[in-house]
């Protein structure tokens, strides 16, 4: 089994982690191709940060699924560009803050998710409400900038702790979700310290898409995820042709 | 008054429709500056159009602030880029579907959302859903594409009218939202036709964005519309200066 | 535009307070009729003050509509009467919290509604259950009675600013409704202070009336706003004419 | 015990038809004492009417509480004053629509609710939102006036009854509430014909009210039902001293 | 009127309280049976508890029904085995938890479930949302064992007045709801010392059944709750015919 | 990998076609045990015989876990008796009915369930309300009994196949969800002739315990699934000892 695993924003070291952490929780047979886009931000911190990030993340998408992989990972917790790359390709596609809800919701009653900045609380919150388990879910933010988790100093470790024990201890939280790709390699580290399943999005997102890869499920075509329609694109905004 | 009022996609037709209608609508002393982006889909039509049609919105939210609008209306009914608008701009943003949701129930209790296309009504469900009226609001859709709508054809009016009154008789709704940018100027005849309120998105993000700027409310920066991070932004995607 | 704004209580200080933030607010053209009902409560604190608000603001609105009034703003927050006022009269009405509540999605992700006195909190919860933003604005009081807003000790206004700080401190609140029509002059220098938008319902009422009266938009009578039917009213409570 | 059942329409005959019914439901040693005000519309039929039923019907709730009374039952199924009244009592007060859909929650999954006119269908709409049963209760009119339930014609008890089937067979319902208090006479009949449960509201009601004042259960006064504040109230609109 | 009321839990000592409190609370004329299975936890706490005191529950509703009881209440908070007793009776059946929060939701506002020990909160959360009152009723511990309410020390029953102030000031609760059978003997005390409602699931439960059997009503076999289909089953689990 | 499919039903051939189902899906290095406890009902069609079912069923849980299972699938589309299961184990567990409404959403906007017979249409309504997803899911139901799924007559296809073309075509689903594990073996021939993605639960169960084992996620005892607590269990109903 191929898959892809695209980090939407331009940080080749937040990559090298992502396929790391990917390599390490897929099955025996399965290569992963982990990559990033050429154009797009070096983080995805907010809606603005977002928006520029998805057109080259849909080039990779659908470059990947033409060079034969089966499934795609989008490895940003924002699940940025989810519905188009849903809607672009055949292949599966999946979001690493759906992935860890779904798998929260099989070992948890209440959980929290902990992400980094403030400004991603209020996305966060509409992706629970979407994903149905808003009135089981709070998201609590350490204040650390993303790029800051390449090699976080102890300092922001401490911060990303105490918002999970506030969220075991205040909030009921029985299980705790990483709200960014960039905290993949922390997750063993504080599950063994707080005592409770730490779920990180990355290695959810693989099992996912292996999941439905294996039982070969597709994204549906009878509804808003219909193919693209041919039409005239203009500018340099879609370097590859859509499948209309 | 100095309003931005853009299209999103590049069909320059339906920006001169959209254009009519703003200005139809708008204040005497309101002065409405209504384009479309150079560069993405010539129509929006599904997830995939959309995500094109965000740089190009975003870049023209840019440029309109910066040389002295003082709001700024997103005429797409998918409310294509709008958290991403708003956290770019300090002007505020709104988009036609929230500005046409928020003015039908004002008016009605239940009501319906006409749209074009059936891959259309799930990112409008999501809107509703996030907008607060999921209850008493549904969308239907008239099997019309976007761009048909800049003349529509009988055949075409028939299938709007059609759902209209599926809506008024079989779902109790008491008013008609027009769920595309390019159905504007089939507001008032289809109002005459139905004896219900039709509500246009385009006149209502006009009237809605002239109430805010009236009263001097610009989008909060304490949340999740914080402004854009500095940060290097790859390729061609980001033709503008993000005020970090 | 001659436009008719009720205060439902029979203050007449607090009439002329709205009245003034209502001139305030209004375009150019616009005419604002604002007065009280002769009968009814001194203030409006709870439901039962409400009950005995109704008769006399009905009979102000059917006036104002016979005398030419175009829309109607109803200026208390507990929205009095709305639905009663929307199926008497031809022409619109909107209340003061629907139309603050509209206005502040509009500029932030989460609000806080500041009211007077605790036992507003649950009808106020209500109302933003019925609007669909309860899951994005929380109720606080600052236990400041109504009347005492004509003229707030420095103490009253602390405590008010409070509620505001810990609305935006520990709620997450990025913008804050005032909760009551009596707060509308303390709008600006509260917005100053707070650094985020302060949005006073009454203001907030007379761009949205003007916007349903400018767009030609009135009161669907397709559902439960139909005109009341002819018939018998005993007692004194019904001092105009139904037009069935 | 002694309970008061107030009918807020001013139709004597209908107020006799809840006597009867109340007084064949309650308890060996309950005294009844149903009446309806002396002033306010001769039936309830949308917003309108409900506003002008209100002040008559405090005055009989007030009264009531005087001379004696250990709880009341307010009987139209809009559930119309019951907010004003619980925060106007000491003692407890219960609608007829509440009490219809809890009972019938006890004995049903989804149900229905079968109202008269399509312009109470909103109104009750908001009620099973307030009570939380929105999701398993769908309402639904038979086009019958109110006043017309006191001699029902076969024709308006057969469109009841399509009601009904439609209902068990379309919508799933397992059990059929009667949404007006004009209605009462019909539960047996309907029962009968229909083999699954009807809930009447009068009966239910009277059930619950017998409950409540059998614990010594009032309504708390710690919120929203705090007592109302003393205070000036103008006009003709206040025929009794509230206890503030 | 013959009522069965069962102790799901094997517990002797908590039937006899349970069975004090329920004739202190019915009617005159009405007969109680009180009784424990005798297969099954001693207590029940926490979902494994309820699954193994479901078998013993069902066979002393059908052995009740058999020798004449009327209707019946299950006496656990947890609301244990109630649909399947409802498909499996054709007498009406009640829970205590949902019994309680019915009651409640006539007094109160917003109010509380104060319970036991922490693990029944996650199971109560989910009946708050099936009642549909998640959103004005929030769900407290204790952390007091269930068979420590038999002789409640001080410290004991200081944590739960702890626990009740907490959800009033802090929560804004004008109502406790007693969450455990076991408690049933403390209603009184605390309600005077509290200062606002307090309802105990096994009176609720008492008064909701005496309406319904009163009124007639059973529960619908139209839907979920229809008879049991005629099938085999094997080992010791099914000691009864159940009625296909 | 070591895993346990429980068939909660005492129908060894279903037991046989679930295993088949369970072995094709299933990752090469995965060993199934698929089995049914020797004491129930025959099928499982409504809450009386998921009651029956849970004890055998947590028997079975324990002994697999006891000789080295490591994960277990509950093989009922109802989900009997999950969480007492998630409470009892050490190992993690999944539902049917829960892992393939998580798989759907990740394919899908609207889906259905179509599940055997309209009784079973109540239970699994609760089940998607809490799994958040009853805003995009509806369920149907067939009027096939479970055991005629064994060897399904053509009409009983017939009725199945009916059902999901008007949830496709009526409903806006974009995915079928096999609402029964007895229908696993139907999955793949249904999805050729509907041309949308067909979920089948059993398949799913078991990619995703898959996912949680390969993880290292087992369930959080932090909550609601902590472990029982030790106590008596008294009669035939606990053939095994809990670990508390």
Chains 1, 2, 3, 4, 5, 6 share one sequence.
Do not use: W
Request: charged share 20%; glycine share 10%; hydrophobic share 50%.
């Amino acid at each position: 089994m191929r898959l892809l695993v695209v980090n939407p924003n331009t940080s080749a070291a937040m990559t090298a982690t992502i396929a790391a952490a990917a390599r390490s929780a897929c099955a025996a047979g399965t290569e992963i191709e982990a990559l990033n886009p050429a154009m797009g931000p070096a983080s995805i911190e907010g809606y603005y940060d977002e928006a520029f990030a998805v057109p080259g993340l849909l080039a990779e998408i659908a470059a990947g699924e033409a060079r034969g992989c089966e499934g795609a990972v989008i490895a940003c917790f924002d699940d940025t560009g989810l519905d188009a790359a849903r809607a672009l390709a055949a292949i599966p596609v999946v979001g690493i803050c759906e992935s860890a809800v779904h798998l929260a919701s099989l070992v948890a009653g209440r959980f929290a998710i902990v992400t980094t900045l403030a400004r991603s609380i209020p996305p966060l919150e509409t992706l629970t409400r979407r994903y149905g388990v808003a009135d089981r879910c709070r998201v609590r933010a350490a204040d650390v900038a993303v790029l800051a988790l390449e090699h976080p100093t102890p300092e922001a470790r401490g911060r990303l702790l105490e918002q999970c024990h506030r969220a075991i201890d205040g909030d009921g939280a029985e299980a705790i979700v990483l709200g960014c790709a960039g905290m993949t390699a922390l997750a063993a580290s504080l599950a063994a310290e707080l005592g409770v399943p730490v779920i990180d999005g990355v290695v959810a997102g693989v099992k996912l898409i292996e999941a439905l890869v294996g039982l070969g499920l597709r994204t549906s075509k009878a509804g808003g995820y219909a193919r693209p329609l041919a039409k005239p694109y203009l500018g340099l905004m879609e370097p590859f042709t859509p499948r209309g």
